[in-house]
C-alpha cells in the first residue's frame, strides 16, 4: 500500500478505512444477504489507499466528455436499438424485442416512489432505492438510488441475485446502464458489483466498477474476509462524469480473470484487469484477481468512508452473458 508522502490527511483516510473493514451501521435484515450463499457483505476498504497521481492535461485529468470521437472502441456493437415499447424485464431464459440481452428493463411499468417489482431486490445500508420520476435517460421512470451521508459506509443498489436470473452461476457477465452521478466525491466509491463463489477456490469474491477520488477505479475483494484480497487498479487521469447521462458498461470474466469497462463507447484501458491489478491491501491471493462465477449483479451506489450524501439515476439496464452496446439516441 502507498500513502502520499508528508499528507496526514492521507494517513487519517487509511485509519479510517482499517476502522470501517468489517461494515457500517444496520442494514435491512432481508436485504443484508451477500448473494446467493447468504453470505453477509463484508465489503472491503480503500483499496490501496493511495491519492491519485496527477497525468495530462493542465488540472490533471482528461474528462471522458472531452476526448475525441477517434477514440471510441471498434469491437462496439450497434446500439441495441430499443424502445420503451418493446425493453422490459424479461426471464433469463432469452431477450423480448430489440434488447438482446437475458434481463432488460427502462422501469416504466414500475410505481413510481416504489422499490422497484421483481426480479429486482433493493440492497441498502442507509440507502433508498426508488422508482423516480425526476429524471429518466428515455420515457418517464428511471431509477434513483441515494444515500443520506455521515456514516462510514453506505449504499444503495438495485440488485438481481439467485434464481430465476442466476438460477446457475455465470462464468461470464455483461451489463450496461444508463447511469447519471449527480456528483463525484473525494473517497472510494462503487457503482456496479458483481458477486459469486470462486471456482477450485473456497471463498467468494466480488468484482467492482466505481471511483476513488472523483477519478475511476477497478476493485476486488473477496466477501468471506479470509484472504483480506482489497485490491485495485485505478485511472488516475479519467475523471468520473458528472450531471449528464453517461452509457455505463463492464465485462466480467471468470474464464479468463478478466475485466472490462467502457462509458459511451470507449473503452477505459486503465481499469481494464487481465489477472492482476495494481495493489492489494492484502496478500491473501498473491495480488491475483481470481474471479468468481457470477450469482448476483448490484448497481447503484455504495461508499467506503464518510462523505456528505449521493444521488445517483439509473436506466435502460440490459444484463447479459455478450456485450449489448449502448440504447439507440433519444
Known amino acids: ?33 451477500g448473494g446467493a450463499g447468504g453470505q453477509v457483505e463484508n465489503v472491503g476498504g480503500e483499496a490501496g489507499g493511495a491519492p491519485p497521481q496527477s497525468e495530462g492535461g493542465a488540472g490533471g485529468e482528461a474528462r471522458l466528455d472531452a476526448m475525441p470521437a477517434a477514440k471510441q472502441d471498434a469491437s462496439a456493437p450497434a446500439p441495441d436499438g430499443s424502445t420503451k415499447a418493446d425493453a422490459m424485464v424479461v426471464g433469463a431464459g ?26 429486482w431486490k433493493p440492497f441498502r445500508l442507509g440507502g433508498t432505492v426508488v422508482v423516480d420520476n425526476q429524471r429518466a435517460w428515455s420515457g ?12 462510514t459506509q453506505q449504499r444503495a443498489y438495485l440488485s438481481l441475485q439467485g434464481a430465476p436470473v442466476f438460477d446457475k452461476p455465470w ?10 452521478v449527480d456528483h463525484a466525491v473525494d473517497a472510494h466509491w462503487s457503482h456496479v458489483e458483481g458477486e459469486g463463489r470462486v471456482v477450485g477456490k473456497d471463498f467468494r469474491a466480488v468484482t467492482r466498477y466505481g471511483g476513488q477520488f472523483k477519478r475511476l477505479i477497478a476493485q476486488y475483494d473477496d466477501v468471506d474476509g479470509n484472504f483480506e484480497s482489497d485490491c485495485a487498479k485505478r485511472a488516475p487521469a479519467v475523471a468520473m462524469p458528472e450531471k449528464k447521462w453517461v452509457c455505463y458498461e463492464w465485462q466480467f470474466d ?13 473503452a477505459i484501458d486503465a481499469v481494464s484487469v487481465n489477472g492482476r491489478g495494481e495493489t492489494c491491501l492484502g496478500n491473501g491471493t498473491g495480488g491475483n484477481w481470481y474471479l468468481p462465477q457470477y450469482e448476483a449483479i448490484r448497481m447503484g451506489w455504495q461508499n467506503y468512508q464518510q462523505v456528505s450524501g449521493a444521488d445517483v439515476w439509473i436506466d435502460d439496464v440490459a444484463i447479459g452473458t455478450e456485450r449489448i452496446g449502448c440504447p439507440a439516441s433519444r
Not at 4 to 30: K, P, R, T, V
Not at 171 to 180: A, E, K, T
Not at 254 to 266: E, V
Open 171 to 180: 462464468p461470464i457477465m455483461f451489463g450496461r446502464m444508463m447511469l447519471w
Open 94 to 119: 432469452g431477450a423480448n424485442g430489440s434488447c438482446k440481452a437475458r434481463i432488460c428493463d427502462d422501469f416504466e411499468a414500475h410505481t413510481v416512489d416504489q422499490v422497484p417489482s421483481a426480479p
Open 140 to 151: 418517464k421512470n428511471s431509477i434513483h438510488a441515494f444515500t443520506s451521508g455521515g456514516a
Open 254 to 266: 471468470s474464464t479468463k480473470n478478466a475485466m472490462r469497462l467502457w462509458i459511451d463507447g470507449q
Open 1 to 33: 500500500m502507498h500513502l502520499a508522502h508528508g499528507s496526514s490527511s492521507w494517513l487519517a483516510l487509511f485509519i479510517s478505512l482499517a476502522a470501517c473493514q468489517g461494515g457500517g451501521g444496520e442494514a435491512d435484515n432481508a436485504e443484508q444477504s
